[in-house]
């Protein structure tokens, strides 16, 4: 199984709504990521988490808070967002953090805030 | 500075054409990875290739071919005979601290 698995693909919520993004992987991998992207842009790294850990936050707004229940699961929950931050949400992960680390992506979640 | 440049905003060619993706970049470490990555319609960013800092062996691997230059900082990608399924938009990355992506090349490629 080398997949990450990202629930929703799709998410439309209002600036006063609390929903979260929930990815999920099964290769055993130690490091696992959120990154935005918007249109057209590449990838922003926002959190990693090492060993369950929070090991970088990009100096992302509080409104995004990560959570990692396990070494196969990372959730982003979401409150109180903006329309700027509709985006393309990815999940990574890599066996470790290393710098010559592959990363692993899912397809992303869609978010509009409207 | 870390840095990477995909001068090539967007790519049209037509299907069989060969075509070659550009991307330079800056750092000052001398380890260092390079990357590309393909993403689809579909989202997904997709691993192509990875190379260290301390090879720079070309590499072939069916269509895709990979030249890695450290003199002028150049990791440029060539599809051979392009196909309506390599249509995608390209990332070129560095490796270093952090995974440093470029501003990705649109490729189109038209039957």
């Known amino acids: 199984d080398t997949e990450v698995t990202q629930t929703p693909k799709h998410l439309v919520m209002g600036m006063t709504n609390k929903k979260s993004l929930k990815c999920e992987q099964h290769?055993?991998?130690?490091?696992m990521y959120w990154y935005k992207q918007k249109a057209k842009k590449p990838p922003e790294l926002m959190f990693v988490?090492?060993?369950?850990?929070?090991?970088i936050n990009e100096s992302v707004p509080s409104r995004f808070s990560p959570e990692c229940p396990n070494s196969s699961l990372l959730n982003l929950h979401l409150h109180a967002l903006q329309p700027e931050d509709s985006a393309l949400y990815l999940c990574?992960?890599?066996?470790?953090?290393?710098?010559?680390?592959?990363?692993?992506f899912g397809s992303g979640t869609q978010l509009s805030v409207l | 500075a870390q840095k990477v440049t995909q001068v090539q905003t967007e790519i049209s060619v037509v299907e069989k054409e060969d075509v070659t993706l550009d991307c330079v970049y800056e750092?000052?470490?001398?380890?260092?990875?390079l990357f590309w990555y393909k993403q689809p319609p579909s989202g997904e960013l997709v691993f192509l290739i990875r190379?260290?800092?301390?090879?720079?062996q070309n590499e072939i691997s069916g269509r895709y071919s990979w030249n890695f230059q450290k003199s002028t900082s150049s990791f440029n990608f060539t599809i051979t005979a392009s196909q309506v399924v390599d249509s995608a938009v390209y990332f070129c990355?560095?490796?270093?601290?952090?995974?440093?992506f470029g501003t990705g090349t649109r490729l189109q490629v038209f039957p």
């Open positions: 990355a560095l490796g270093t601290d952090k995974l440093i």
């Open positions: 750092t000052r470490d001398t380890t260092y990875y």
């Open positions: 190379r260290n800092s301390f090879d720079e």
């Open positions: 988490y090492s060993y369950e850990k929070l090991s």
């Open positions: 290769m055993g991998h130690r490091a």
């Open positions: 990574a992960s890599s066996l470790w953090t290393g710098k010559g680390e592959k990363l692993f």
